[in-house]
């Protein structure tokens, strides 16, 4: 697609259901990363993947959250049995090469969790 | 550890009008770029403009132009002629060469007033 796709833009869940969040890259973007932002606040790095390496966990706030990129492409951020401080906006960003730092990270329009 | 500071949470300016977002880093790194992204209510993070700490030369996208301080560590925003869709967050940021993720500031919400 010609952007970073986000899917859904808006979910609703009930606590401690889990759920997973979709990206899908800007094509042939090697580097992806998520995001986590609360209400009015900056970005929280969650996870980083670059291309065949292992990913940068680093972020990851509990072991509720994980994250798979599956075939260098699609990324799913799972978070299981979600809890009330998991609401936030979960945004997904590619860039074409992150060891050349002329690359700019692209946006999706992200996913707005809300656990009741 | 790699931060990034901004110190303005909140700021308005009149349409027409010149305002200044501050931004500082703190790295031990040399090589790095800095960016300020731009977020409106849409939530669509965009990128408004883009330094490469190795020149000297300050980045200028139409309105929008930096400061670049590399010595003082500071990338302030000016954006020129202000207008009314320029409302948004605005986030500084800075990827360090050979690194792996981009570090963001915490964001200035700039208002644009009629």
């Known amino acids: 697609g010609a952007g970073v796709s986000q899917s859904p833009s808006n979910k609703v869940t009930e606590k401690g259901k889990d759920v997973e969040l979709r990206c899908d890259p800007i094509s042939g973007h090697t580097a992806l990363y998520w995001y986590r932002q609360s209400l009015g606040q900056g970005l929280e790095f969650l996870i980083y993947f670059q291309g065949n390496s292992a990913p940068d966990k680093s972020g990851l706030p509990s072991d509720r959250f994980s994250a798979e990129r599956t075939g260098g492409s699609v990324s799913t951020l799972t978070i299981q049995r979600t809890q009330q401080e998991d609401s936030a906006v979960y945004l997904c960003a590619s860039s074409a090469e992150s060891w050349t730092v002329s690359a700019e990270a692209f946006f999706g329009q992200g996913t707005r969790l809300t656990v009741v | 550890a790699q931060t990034v500071t901004q110190s303005q949470p909140e700021m308005s300016v009149q349409e027409a009008e010149t305002v200044t977002l501050s931004c500082t880093y703190d790295?031990?790194?040399?090589?790095?770029?800095l960016f300020w992204y731009k977020q409106p209510p849409s939530r669509q993070m965009i990128l408004v403009i883009r330094q490469e700490a190795y020149k000297q030369q300050n980045a200028t996208e139409n309105r929008f132009s930096v400061n670049f301080q590399k010595a003082a560590k500071s990338f302030s925003l000016k954006i020129s002629d202000s207008q009314l869709g320029d409302t948004a967050m605005y986030f500084c940021a800075f990827i360090w060469n050979y690194g792996q993720n981009f570090v963001f500031g915490p964001g200035t919400r700039l208002s644009v007033l009629p």
């Open positions: 790295t031990s790194e040399n090589n790095y770029y």
